[in-house]
């Protein structure tokens, strides 16, 4: 069993910067991948970034160059780095951990006004 709190996000304008973050309870060494995805009204989710145990990340080519995602090991914890924001990417995120099954923490907002 994983649990995940998410933290961060919130109200921006474009062009600005947001991080969430998502503190695992167990040690994210024994987490194959972590990760956001998001989801806008009306749309469906979409994976944003995700990180593997060993290190390796990836994104959506949406996000990439403005977004990076990375761990800070000793806290058990991801964090996503939102940078050049834009209306678009209005969504509520959702941090998620694998290891036999996929845990979802709960889900932040994030609003980025013009």
């Known amino acids: 069993q994983v649990q995940l709190v998410a933290s961060g996000g919130g109200l921006v304008q474009a062009g600005g910067s947001l991080r969430l973050s998502c503190a695992a309870s167990?040690?994210?060494?024994?987490?194959?991948?972590m990760g956001w995805y998001r989801q806008a009204p009306g749309k469906q989710r979409e994976l944003v970034a995700s990180?593997?145990?060993?290190?390796?990340?990836s994104y959506a080519d949406s996000m990439k160059g403005r977004f990076t995602i990375s761990r800070d090991i000793a806290k058990n914890t991801a964090h996503l780095q939102m940078n050049s924001l834009k209306p678009e990417d209005t969504a509520v995120y959702y941090c998620?951990?694998?290891?036999?099954?996929?845990?979802w923490g709960q889900g932040t907002q994030v609003t980025v006004s013009t």
């Open positions: 167990v040690s994210i060494f024994s987490i194959n991948t």
């Open positions: 990180i593997t145990s060993g290190g390796t990340t």
């Open positions: 998620y951990a694998e290891k036999a099954y996929r845990y």
